[in-house]
């Protein structure tokens, strides 16, 4: 469904990304969206989602308190601000979209786009 991710980019630790996810192709409002990422050798993994009325947000033990999940006002673009980063968040990130939000699972979302690299490194 031409979902788009960016924001991805070499950082050091205790630095910050903002990464974007949208799409012309459908509107992103009626959808929970999720992003997800996997490092090399690794399953890939729910890292925060966020349902259609952003009532429900989710995220992993490993990013709470230090990522967050959010819709712009025009609730066509999700973003994931990522703070306080470290090295173990490295990985190639991706977001994807539900029509039904059950979990913070890539079995529960079936569209995916392509991903944006994220590297933390001193």
């Known amino acids: 469904l031409g979902l788009a991710a960016s924001g991805g980019a070499l950082v050091q630790p205790g630095g910050s990304l903002r990464l974007s996810c949208a799409t012309s192709?459908?509107?992103?409002?009626?959808?929970?969206v999720g992003w997800f990422r996997q490092a090399p050798g690794e399953e890939r993994e729910g890292v925060a989602c966020i349902d259609s009325t952003g009532s429900t947000i989710d995220y992993a033990d490993s990013v709470k308190d230090r990522f967050s999940i959010a819709r712009t006002n025009t609730k066509e673009v999700v973003v994931l601000q990522m703070n306080r980063l470290l090295p173990e968040d490295t990985g190639f990130y991706y977001c994807?979209?539900?029509?039904?939000?059950?979990?913070?699972?890539?079995?529960?979302?079936?569209?995916w786009g392509q991903g944006t690299q994220v590297t933390v490194s001193s």
């Open positions: 192709e459908f509107a992103l409002e009626d959808y929970a």
């Open positions: 994807a979209a539900a029509l039904m939000y059950g979990q913070c699972v890539s079995s529960d979302f079936e569209n």
